[in-house]
T-cell receptor, first 113, second 117 residues
């Protein structure tokens, strides 16, 4: 099946720094979703993208749907300790007739106060 | 967004036993899914829970091991049968809201942390 390559796998940054992570695929995707998962919890939807080139913000978070439809990035500006968690990208492949999503491997974010 | 209640939130089970996980949604939804998240890993789709018919399983998952019920549009159960330590994972219920490729979003329950001894 389709694979999503998410990078970096982990990041250890200083509070206040900006963060960038991305997902890439060899396949075309119709939808990109970004999630954050805290320990012991289910993933929480942060941003959803539906059109190539779309740029969407949610507070300090900004995500973009790549123009080639094969990638997406998530930026976090001015990180704070509560940004700690695992961030997952998820995409719906264009050749998928249903609603099944493919998930990236996750980016573990650690923030040093 | 839909409110998804999943229980139990965690359990410790003996090998060879079975555990049934319940998922209740506060509104009717067409699409419900069950995912597994093994320790330190990403999410893997187990099956699509179909209302009124047999679930649709992904490659590597079978009905005998993971029987699923979906009696109505707001409720589903996943059973992990004849458990072994390899079944220790987080199991997540999820639902879709919105229109395909237009504004659909996938929401997750809080998960069931399963440990098998």
């Amino acid at each position: 099946g389709q694979q999503l390559n998410q990078s970096p796998q982990s990041m250890f940054i200083q509070e206040g720094e900006d963060v960038s992570m991305n997902c890439t695929s060899s396949s075309i995707f119709n939808t990109w979703l970004w999630y954050k998962q805290d320990p012991g919890e289910g993933p929480v939807l942060l941003i959803a993208l539906y059109k190539a080139g779309e740029l969407t913000s949610n507070g300090r978070l900004t995500a973009q749907f790549g123009i080639t439809r094969k990638d997406s990035f998530l930026n976090i500006s001015a990180s704070i300790p509560s940004d700690v968690g695992i961030y997952f990208c998820a995409g719906q492949p264009s050749n998928n007739a249903g609603n099944m999503l493919t998930f990236g491997g996750g980016t573990r974010l650690m923030v040093k106060p | 967004s839909a409110v998804i209640s999943q229980k139990p939130s965690r359990d410790i089970c003996q090998r060879g036993t079975s555990l049934t996980i319940q998922c209740q949604v506060d509104s009717q939804v067409t699409m419900m899914f069950w995912y597994r998240q093994q320790p330190g890993q990403s999410l893997t789709l187990i099956a699509t829970a179909n209302q009124g018919s047999e679930a649709t399983y992904e490659s590597g998952f079978v009905i005998d091991k993971f029987p699923i019920s979906r009696p109505n549009l707001t409720f589903s159960t996943l059973t992990v049968s004849n458990m072994s330590p390899e079944d220790s994972s987080i199991y997540l219920c999820s639902v879709v809201q919105g229109l395909l490729a237009t504004n659909e979003k996938l929401f997750f329950g809080s998960g069931t942390q399963l440990s098998v001894l």
